[in-house]
């Protein structure tokens, strides 16, 4: 039996893998709270000098407050910037534009494919034929679970529907490159908490350039909006994207993008709870499809040294 499925480490997976998926899609419905009191890249801004803060205190107080290189900085601070600002504002102007939930839910569902074609050739984790199965198995479910729901407006223009593409993309190359890193230059290998910290310096950093030019950083402070920023940037900023690089150490690369086909039905699970949106019956026939094609890329999945 593989060091992955040896007992005690599938049972420490099953833990990061479902603290992640929580966390992480927790993060949708916390945009879409704060949306309604600031910009894109102002929201984005605040949220990562924030971010940066609490973690300049931490290393500090614990003496880890070093630099690593100029080369494995420079690395994690690009991991970063496609992994937190691209993706993240790609995602928020699709919505601020008007593009359906539904359809920008089921575009960024395409990450686990692209992963899974370019892996072989960036890390030498080539994806088998059973593991493609279970992506298309997991994508028709991302489709019966969204599309159900999609509606189409005429009123956005065609063009602006590759807005999403860019955030998969950009997560795709930050999922390839922190794996390449982890695989071929362990010696560029920056801890969790440091990596977060120099990646969070550099979102904020390049998000405050539009932010001021474009949004003049406006912003209506409330209680609310402050709730909403605390929890995106302790649970979503350092939980979910501390809980992913661990899964990314752990496990190639196909693996751990496949668990995003699990984002659109956990999202519609969460918008229920927090909204009281209606669950469709579709919504729990993709999630059930979802994870049985996520289950089929864990079974059969074969790596290649």
């Known amino acids: 039996m593989s060091h992955f499925l040896s007992a005690g480490n599938l049972q420490r997976n099953a833990v990061l893998i479902t603290g992640f998926l929580l966390l992480w899609n927790s993060g949708f419905i916390g945009a879409k709270f704060g949306l309604d009191y600031a910009g894109v890249y102002t929201l984005l801004a605040w949220r990562y000098w924030m971010l940066a803060g609490l973690l300049l ?17 420079g690395l994690t601070a690009l991991v970063g910037l496609f992994a937190h600002g691209v993706w993240l504002s790609c995602v928020m ?11 920008v839910a089921l575009v960024v569902a395409l990450q686990p494919m692209t992963v899974g074609a370019l892996s072989g050739r960036v890390t ?6 059973f593991a493609w199965i279970g992506m298309l198995v997991g994508f028709a479910g991302v489709f019966i679970a969204v599309m159900s729901r999609a509606r189409l407006d005429n009123t956005v223009p065609a ?57 003049d950083m406006s912003t209506r402070w409330t209680v609310e909006f402050i709730a909403v920023q605390v929890w995106l940037v302790l649970a979503v900023s350092l939980g979910a994207y501390a ?30 709870i927090a909204f009281g949106d209606t669950l469709q019956i579709n919504d729990l026939i993709g999630l059930v499809i979802t994870a049985l094609g996520v289950v089929l890329i864990y079974k059969f999945r074969r790596s290649r040294r």
């Open 57 to 73: 205190v931490y290393l500090a107080l614990r003496g880890k407050l070093h630099w690593p290189g100029t080369r494995a900085t």
């Open 93 to 103: 102007i699709a919505l601020e534009i008007g593009i359906p939930t539904g359809i």
């Open 124 to 129: 030498g984790e080539p994806t088998s034929v």
């Open 159 to 215: 063009l602006w529907y590759l807005v999403p593409f860019g955030s998969v993309i950009a997560f795709t190359i930050a999922s390839l490159l922190q794996r390449w890193i982890e695989t071929y230059s362990p010696g560029d290998h920056v801890p969790v908490a440091l990596a977060l910290f120099y990646q969070a310096l550099a979102t904020a950093t390049l998000a405050t350039i539009p932010a001021l030019w474009l949004e």
């Open 243 to 272: 809980l992913m690089w661990k899964l990314i150490e752990r496990m190639d690369a196909p693996r751990v993008a496949s668990l995003f086909y699990l984002g659109p039905p956990i999202t519609m699970l969460m918008a229920w």
